[in-house]
């Protein structure tokens, strides 16, 4: 089937069902994407880096009285 040919298949399936079914009042699939994204987006994004950790807790040497590591690391990195 020719590209043209599938195109005006798939255009005229899409003026059908938006006679049939329309635009739904509430509940848009649209809108409820966009909701579903603002709430992922505000759960794995944040403005802050988090507070920051001595390196010796990271690499696990708590005990070892600072003998390694100089610097700090920050949580989420």
Do not use: K, Q
């Amino acid at each position: 089937m020719r590209a043209d040919r599938v195109f005006a298949y798939g255009a005229a399936a899409g003026l059908i069902g938006d006679l049939l079914l329309g635009d739904p009042r509430r509940g848009h699939p649209v809108a409820a994407f966009g909701r579903a994204a603002t709430h992922a987006e505000n759960l794995l994004w944040r403005d802050h880096r988090g507070c920051p950790v001595p390196d010796d807790v990271l690499d696990g040497h708590a005990a070892d009285d600072g003998a390694e590591g100089s610097g700090e690391h920050f949580l989420g990195e």
